[in-house]
């Protein structure tokens, strides 16, 4: 059975970090492009960052590259990602998924405010 738990997400002032962790299972991860989405209230659901099977290729959304940085253990099934200087913008549930997506898990909340 296929499944995503993210976690790690809270409450952090602006400038602060916070590490994002993914546990997905049910297949293999090595095989797959992965993910990380965020949504803000009353916003779509938008992609942040992504990594390819062989960690060579990423992408970053333009309101993130510099600040976040994204990771994945094949090993341990869990995808990383690292949030650096975040700004109240960045404000929103995070999800992680592969490519081709599966269904979504429940997310994390990340709230950046003073």
């Known amino acids: 059975q296929v499944q995503l738990v993210e976690s790690g997400g809270g409450l952090v002032q602006p400038g602060g970090s916070l590490r994002l962790s993914c546990k997905m299972s049910?297949?293999?991860?090595?095989?797959?492009?992965l993910a990380w989405f965020r949504q803000a209230p009353g916003k779509e659901r938008e992609g942040v960052s992504c990594?390819?099977?062989?960690?060579?290729?990423?992408y970053y959304a333009d309101s993130v590259k510099g600040r976040f940085t994204i990771s994945r253990d094949n090993d341990k099934h869990i995808v990383y990602l690292q949030m650096n200087a975040l700004k109240p913008e960045d404000t929103a549930v995070y999800y992680c998924?592969?490519?081709?997506?599966?269904?979504w898990g429940q997310g994390t909340q990340v709230t950046v405010s003073s």
């Open positions: 049910g297949f293999t991860l090595e095989h797959y492009v």
């Open positions: 998924n592969r490519q081709p997506p599966v269904d």
């Open positions: 990594l390819d099977s062989s960690e060579t290729a990423t």
